[in-house]
């Protein structure tokens, strides 16, 4: 029997699956209820391909960053690519 795929990518993302399946899922904390204050995974999206989870993801980090100029929007993606290699032990 095979373990699932369990790989941490930094501290908001978390890549999950099986022998079928790739799962992106940010980390979150529960804000009420029984479980509150504990981390849980919200899933983002299923991708039958690593580059296409990659592409997504990358993406996302795109929008979000506060980049003003191409240059800005290169530098956090290139930061983004390292840190991307550091997590995945490329």
């Given at each position: ?50 580059e ?24 956090y ?14």
């Amino acid at each position: 029997m095979s373990k699932n795929l369990h790989i941490e990518l930094g501290d908001k993302y978390v890549v999950t699956g099986s022998t079928h399946d790739l799962i992106l899922n940010e980390k979150r904390i529960i804000k009420d209820g029984k479980n509150a204050g504990q981390e849980t995974l919200a899933r983002l999206g299923y991708y039958n391909k690593f580059e296409h989870l990659v592409k997504e993801l990358c993406h996302r980090e795109i929008l979000q960053s506060e980049a003003q100029s191409l240059e800005e929007l290169r530098d956090y993606i290139f930061a983004l690519g390292e840190k991307l290699s550091k997590a995945v032990e490329l």
